[in-house]
Each structure stands twice: as structure tokens, then as C-alpha cells.
């Protein structure tokens, strides 16, 4: 019992492990963080990325300067700093994925968005189906339909209450107890008692 318990503990913590390592995070700018001057625009180093539902976005910015913002593509397109869906001003701040689909970011700091492109575009890959799952099961086989027997009188059967069938089964299945029999059961359970009173320390 306790090996089957261990056995089921470390397949839990095994799965746990695999979802775990799926999930990956990306520092947005690489070593150079959330800024005005990345070594290449946020957007194409996003293009060179595969970004999966439970990926994490890592930024890193000076919070006395900086945020980030999740906006609408509206919002992406004029740096409309209002009404954001997430704003993040810590300083060292994550966003998980918790959908497929595009993400926009900008930055809080209304003229490094307009003037400098502090901005991002992420999109997300969809979720695959099972691929086993996805296939549609095969038709079962249609069979010939068998072959209708030529219409005949059936035999009349007796329906009456001593002619039933379980009735007449049942006395064929019943014995009547002989002496000997009889006998059987009482020595059967002398020697019953006697073991329960061997067992119990009479």
C-alpha cells in the first residue's frame, strides 16, 4: 500500500514538472529592458518569437519613468494611455498569456510611445487539438439485412399456470434433503464451531 501511494505521488509531481517546463518567460528587450533605445524595434524581435497561451512577458523599466500598458489596437495605434485593460508599474513586472489571439503594449509615458515607438505587438499562437482526438471515428460497416424466412403457422403453445417455464425449471433445480444430507449440514457446522472456539483460545 505505501509503494503504490509513492508510486502515485511521483507521477503527480512529474506532471506537474512537464507543465511547468512548458511555459517559458521572455524579457521583452532582452538584457536592455522596457527603454527608449532597444537594439532592435520591440515589434521585430516579437516577429522572431513563439509565443504560446502561458508564456510570460517579463518587463524591466525604471518605474519613476516608465509603465506598460495593455491597450486595445485603437488605443496601440494612437497611444491613447486611457482606459488600459492591465497597467503594470512596478519596475519589474510580468504578463501571463491566458489566451490565443494579439496582445498590444505601450508604454505609459504618452511621448515614448508616440515619439520613440516604446510599443509592442504579440500574437499568440493557438491552442492545437489533440490530433488523436481531432479525427473523426470510421464508419461501422453496413451489414446485409438476413433473409426473411417464408411465413409458416407457429405451433400452438399451452399457457397454463403448470406448463410455465420458470415454474418447471425451478422443481427440476429442487431436491428434496435425504438423512444423509441432513446429516452433512449438522456435522458441517460442529466442525464450524469447533474451529471459532480453536481460534478464540478455548
Request: aromatic share 10%.
Given at each position: ?8 505521488l511521483v507521477?503527480?509531481m ?13 524579457y521583452v528587450?532582452g538584457?536592455?529592458g522596457w ?10 524581435w516579437?516577429e522572431r518569437?513563439r509565443f504560446?497561451?502561458l ?12 509603465s506598460?500598458l495593455e491597450v486595445?489596437?485603437?488605443h496601440y495605434n ?5 482606459d488600459?485593460?492591465?497597467k503594470?508599474?512596478?519596475g519589474?513586472s ?10 498590444n ?5 504618452y511621448?515614448r510611445?508616440?515619439?520613440d ?8 499562437m493557438?491552442i492545437?487539438?489533440?490530433k ?6 470510421k464508419p ?5 439485412a438476413p433473409p426473411?424466412a ?12 403448470a406448463?410455465?417455464?420458470s415454474?418447471?425449471?425451478s422443481r427440476?433445480?429442487?431436491r ?9 449440514l449438522?456435522?458441517?457446522m ?13
Amino acid at each position: 500500500m505505501r509503494s503504490i501511494f509513492i508510486r502515485a505521488l511521483v507521477s503527480v509531481m512529474f506532471s506537474a514538472c512537464l507543465c511547468s517546463c512548458t511555459a517559458y518567460d521572455f524579457y521583452v528587450g532582452g538584457r536592455h529592458g522596457w527603454n527608449l533605445t532597444p537594439p532592435e524595434s520591440f515589434n521585430h524581435w516579437a516577429e522572431r518569437m513563439r509565443f504560446q497561451v502561458l508564456d510570460k512577458l517579463v518587463f524591466k523599466y525604471e518605474k519613476e519613468l516608465d509603465s506598460v500598458l495593455e491597450v486595445s489596437e485603437e488605443h496601440y495605434n494612437t497611444c491613447n494611455t486611457t482606459d488600459p485593460y492591465v497597467k503594470l508599474d512596478a519596475g519589474h513586472s510580468k504578463f501571463k498569456f491566458n489566451r490565443s489571439g494579439r496582445f498590444n503594449f505601450i508604454s505609459g509615458n504618452y511621448s515614448r510611445c508616440m515619439n520613440d515607438g516604446e510599443k509592442l505587438i504579440v500574437v499568440v499562437m493557438a491552442i492545437r487539438p489533440n490530433k488523436d482526438k481531432a479525427k473523426t471515428p470510421k464508419p461501422h460497416p453496413i451489414l446485409p439485412a438476413p433473409p426473411v424466412a417464408s411465413p409458416s403457422i407457429a405451433p400452438k403453445i399451452d399457457e397454463s399456470p403448470a406448463n410455465s417455464p420458470s415454474e418447471e425449471g425451478s422443481r427440476c433445480h429442487q431436491r428434496p434433503q435425504s438423512g444423509s444430507t441432513k446429516l452433512d449440514l449438522v456435522l458441517g457446522m460442529f466442525v464450524g464451531m469447533l474451529a471459532m472456539g480453536l481460534s478464540s483460545g478455548f
